[in-house]
Every structure is written in structure tokens, then in C-alpha cells.
């Protein structure tokens, strides 16, 4: 695939740009400030997982949420689900508001990937940048506390648009915000179904492969799909 042309990269966010300080998506910085550690980890994995996925099954039902206070108020119901499928842990209201209040208004609850931070103030530099993420309204601040909100022209949450990726209407918002047609943009996603998403719009498609393993096989079944495969950000240099 050549990329001629190009005026615009659109970024997904997790496990593109960044990734969860604790390495899972719901446990946030100051967790364990509200939740006995001991206790957490007595419980066997597979029921805490469990118990994250009740809670998941609830957030994603929520498909608009467009302000950090809509936010905060969802999670506060996220992990009060949580609690009662982990009663060993016996979690009152205040760290369920504590919880929710972490997770929400937390901007240094991701960190950033190093091969981003450096690849993204040099393609800012000749191209219109964008952020398309199946995520919540918080997440702006995240961007805006690392400093990394001046580079993108355009900040796609699938909160606030009602729809998350695939469906077109996330590229078309950025793409119609940054005034760049589908031919002229390149997007980039962990995820392969997103892609294709954006190449039936007749984006050019990227997917990122971060795990080795996973790289190298992705990379065989590209073949001749009309997507390229990339192992880190720096490749796109």
C-alpha cells in the first residue's frame, strides 16, 4: 500500500497511543485506596474477572455519555455493580464514589506509548491529526495533562457521538472537522474490524500489532487485503 497524498492521520487511542497505568482499563491509579489489596488479591481471578465483565456488560450498554459528570455518575454504577459481584471485598458508597470519581477524573490514569510521544510532534508537523476512540468524555484530559491535545485538530469519542467503531459516522466526524476527504487520511487502530471499517470509507488502513507474535501472523494475512500491517508507530516515519 503507498500513501500518496496524504493530508490527515486518525489515531485510535488505547493500546495505540496509550494504555492504562495499572495495565487494566478499570483499575485506576489510586484503586487500591479504595479497595483492600489484600482482599483483591485473595479472590480467585476468574471471579474478579467475572466481576469486571457484569460491570462491562452495563457500561457498554451506555452508548451516550457526553459530559465527565454523565461519566462519573455511570461508573459510580459500574463499580457498585462490581461490589456486589465481590462481596469479599465489602465496598461501602464512599469507595464507590471514590472509584468512580478515580477513574473519571484521573488524567494521569493512561500513559502514553514512547514510540507516540515521539512520532506524534513530527507527523504534526506536515499533517491534520485526529483522535477516533471508543471511549469516554474524560479521556480529553488525558491528552490536555500530557500536553498532547495541541497536536489534534479534531477528538473523536464515541461517547458523545452515540456510535462506536466501526460505524462510519467516527471517521466521517473527524474527517468532516479536520476538511479532509476519505482518499487524503490514513487511519491507524489496534483493532482489524475498526480498520476495515475505515477502508470501506476508502481510508487508507493500518493496523498496529504492538504483541510480536501477533504482528508477524496479522502481517501474513494482510496479503493482499489492501491494509498494511505495522509493529510501531515509528514505522509510520
Not at 500500500?1 to 489510586?30: C, T, Y
Not at 477513574?103 to 510532534?121: M, R
Not at 487485503?225 to 514505522?235: A, Q, R
Request: aromatic share 12%; glycine share 4%.
Amino acid at each position: 500500500m503507498r500513501l500518496h497524498n496524504i493530508e490527515a492521520v486518525l489515531f485510535d487511542s488505547g493500546k495505540v497511543l496509550n494504555a492504562p497505568q495499572s495495565g487494566h482499563w478499570f483499575i485506576s491509579p489510586k484503586f487500591f485506596n479504595h479497595v483492600n489489596k489484600s482482599a483483591f488479591d485473595n479472590i480467585n481471578m476468574e471471579k474478579r474477572n467475572r466481576a469486571f465483565s457484569i460491570a462491562g456488560d452495563y457500561i457498554n450498554s451506555i452508548t451516550m455519555i457526553k459530559t465527565k459528570e454523565e461519566e462519573y455518575e455511570h461508573f459510580r454504577k459500574y463499580y457498585d455493580i462490581f461490589s456486589k459481584a465481590l462481596p469479599e471485598l465489602q465496598l461501602q458508597d464512599e469507595a464507590v464514589n471514590g472509584l468512580a470519581g478515580d477513574l473519571t477524573y484521573n488524567a494521569e490514569k493512561y500513559k502514553f506509548f514512547e514510540d507516540a510521544t515521539h512520532v506524534i510532534p513530527l507527523l504534526f508537523e506536515k499533517y491534520k491529526l485526529a483522535v477516533v476512540s471508543d471511549a469516554w468524555p474524560s479521556l480529553k484530559d488525558v491528552f490536555i495533562h500530557a500536553g498532547f491535545d495541541s497536536y489534534f485538530s479534531s477528538f473523536v469519542i464515541s461517547s458523545v457521538i452515540g456510535v462506536t467503531k466501526p460505524n462510519k459516522k467516527m471517521y466521517l466526524a473527524a474527517l468532516n472537522e479536520l476538511n479532509v476527504s476519505p482518499n487524503k487520511a490514513v487511519f491507524i487502530d489496534d483493532n482489524l474490524k475498526n480498520c476495515m471499517g475505515a477502508k470501506e470509507l476508502g481510508v487508507k488502513a493500518i493496523l498496529l500489532c504492538r504483541d510480536k507474535k501477533y504482528f508477524t501472523v496479522q502481517k501474513i494475512l494482510s496479503i493482499g487485503k489492501g491494509y498494511k500491517v505495522i509493529h510501531s508507530l515509528n514505522e509510520l516515519l
